[in-house]
């Protein structure tokens, strides 16, 4: 199948090769770009003139938007402002005089940045309270000044009065800087003592001008601020306005209503889009003039030619590098079924090229890992099934000693020993108990030991003390993982085989330890040894035999590579007649560690 794939997939890659067929690719994808490059270049400038104006109040429009936004800003900043001085310190009638001048400061402290100062009058014009500290000039009249006059007729809102400059108070630093006024009449409470005024912050008038000049492109694209009479209020080039180098329409701006307009002025035709800033009558006028597509129309068109010409050139560079490489795709797809086809299953396909191309490699990629997923199902069900025979062959047990052991508990007690038949038939519970363990195979160290001292327990009756066994678990092994039962098959063996002959001089030695990575469980006897050769066929292949468990050991340290790997299993270390040590080595690995503690 690999083959015949590979074979279509170069007889399709010649085709594509061929060098007509590249030319007609490159020839017929630039002539069809650079047309349309033609016939966008001639709608272009068809639509320009409509585009531009579109784009011009769009975009006046977010300026306008962004404007009003900051302003009222500020403006939130300033009346919070005023109703936070009049409410929390102004009518506060168990603050002192000196108390409130130092709230005062505060409040002016955390708003300097756009206040150039924060004071109180009384009806009658007196200065009550100011911050920063300063003193009040001689020639002025408090209650002829315009925003003085708002805040008494106005006594609900606040005043926000023309810009003017800055000359209530003597020897400041910002002495006769441009300022907005804002005024509201307050009832001030001081005391028991209580009496109408004003409260004045003057709003720096750079914080508005900052806002046109950031709003302002160049000297035909720019924004101002008028009243509702149509002044001028603030303006990118004041300066010209002023001398009259630069006027402007603003009084006839001022009868319009919000919106977008395109009137002629001195000989120039413009876009005014005009947005009104609530609860201050003041409105925002950007303007832009159409006359900047005339003027600049030449440099226009030759940009558009330019652009034109990069995108013509850079087509013609795409379609030849595309013409080239079209068959690139073919060619890592057939290299790619190759490897494959020789066994490489892992190969990565590239998905790219066409459709066609990419539908056949993601087919091949499919393809391959389907082969792979059954190559391993197979191999795992091979492994499942060893497993699961193995399991079984555990699970299997010896008939011959559960009724050597009833009987055992039947002889105790019939001769009254129930305190030793207690003991046995507890030991048994306990070691079917530990044998079941809820349907695992995967146990802790200390359960498989608890598990042996209940067998050993048993069969020390049964032998009638024939022999002795001791068993030392280290505290670092007692909760790592093992496999159940496989202890029981060695401690078997050692029984019936290793001390088979022995008289009341039977030792048996069991210890589980860690070391460092790995988990060992020695068992070790004093019977009389094994020749290298039964060692060998031990491990080889299962050894039946008449007593005991002969395909215990074979069984015990194939479940250990099993689950654990080929470098894990049972080592066997005797002598004859100098006893047997059987070593279970399995990796050191937590028991709450163990693959969600395999069933």
């Not at 303007?287 to 850079?314: K, T, Y």
């Amino acid at each position: 199948m690999f083959e015949r794939v590979s074979s279509l997939l170069n007889e399709y890659k010649k085709k594509i090769k061929n060098r007509s067929f590249r030319n007609m690719i490159y020839i017929t994808f630039t002539f069809t770009a650079v047309l349309e490059l033609g016939l966008f270049a001639l709608f272009y400038f068809g639509r320009y003139g409509a585009l531009y104006e579109t784009m011009t109040k769009r975009q006046q429009d977010m300026k306008l938007e962004s404007a009003v936004y900051s302003l009222n800003k500020y403006i939130g900043y300033l009346n919070r402002d005023i109703d936070s001085i009049y409410k929390d310190i102004l009518k506060d009638t168990y603050t002192s005089r000196s108390e409130k001048q130092l709230l005062l400061n505060y409040a002016f402290q955390s708003n300097k940045e756009f206040v150039s100062d924060i004071s109180v009058f009384d009806k009658e014009g007196n200065l009550k309270m100011v911050s920063p500290s300063s003193t009040l000039k001689k020639n002025v009249n408090i209650k002829d000044e315009e925003w003085f006059k708002a805040a008494i007729a106005e006594k609900s809102k606040v005043c926000f009065s023309e810009p003017t400059m800055e000359n209530l108070f003597a020897g400041t630093p910002w002495d006769y800087n441009m300022v907005i006024p804002v005024s509201r009449y307050v009832k001030i409470e001081n005391g028991t003592d209580s009496y109408e005024g004003i409260i004045l912050i003057n709003f720096k008038h750079t914080a508005v001008s900052e806002l046109c000049d950031s709003l302002t492109s160049s000297i035909y694209d720019y924004t101002y601020l008028i009243n509702s009479d149509g002044e001028i209020i603030c303006h990118p080039y004041i300066e010209r306005v002023m001398i009259g180098v630069k006027p402007e329409n603003n009084f006839e701006l001022a009868n319009l209503k919000d919106g977008q307009y395109a009137r002629t002025f001195l000989g120039s035709t413009n876009i005014y889009a005009i947005k009104s800033v609530e609860g201050m009558g003041w409105r925002f006028v950007s303007v832009c003039p159409l006359r900047w597509m005339g003027i600049n129309g030449v440099r226009e068109i030759m940009f558009l030619l330019f652009m034109i010409s990069v995108f013509a050139i850079l087509i013609i560079l795409i379609n030849d590098y595309f013409s080239r490489k079209v068959s690139d795709p073919i060619g890592e797809l057939e290299h790619s079924v190759r490897l494959i086809a020789a066994g490489e299953l892992d190969t990565r396909v590239r998905i790219s090229g066409s459709a066609e191309v990419k539908s056949l490699a993601m087919s091949v990629s499919r393809m391959a890992a389907k082969i792979k997923k059954l190559m391993a199902d197979v191999v795992r069900e091979q492994e499942l099934k060893r497993k699961s025979e193995m399991d079984s062959l555990q699970a299997q047990i010896n008939p011959h000693f559960l009724y050597n052991t009833l009987d055992i508990i039947t002889w105790m007690i019939e001769r009254d020993k129930k305190e030793e038949a207690t003991e046995i038939v507890t030991a048994l519970a306990r070691l079917f108990r530990i044998s079941i363990s809820k349907g695992k195979n995967v146990i802790t160290v200390q359960d498989e030991i608890e598990h042996i001292r209940n067998y050993l327990v048993i069969q020390s009756r049964r032998y009638k003390n024939q022999f002795s066994y001791s068993i030392e678990l280290d505290e670092a092994a007692q909760n790592l993982a093992t496999i159940k039962l496989i202890v029981q098959p060695m401690v078997e063996n050692a029984i019936y085989h290793a001390m088979e002959f022995m008289e009341d001089d039977g030792e048996l030695y069991i210890h589980a330890y860690r070391e460092k990575d790995d988990l060992y469980i020695s068992i070790r006897d004093n019977g009389m040894g094994m020749t290298e050769s039964q060692v060998e066929n031990l491990l080889k292949k299962p050894v039946e035999s008449k007593r005991g468990n002969g395909i215990g050991v074979y069984n015990v340290n194939e479940r250990i590579k099993l689950y654990f790997g080929m470098e894990y299993g049972v080592i066997i270390h005797s002598e004859l007649d100098e006893g047997t040590e059987i070593i279970l080595h399995m990796p050191a690995i937590n028991y709450e560690d163990f693959e969600g503690n395999k069933t």
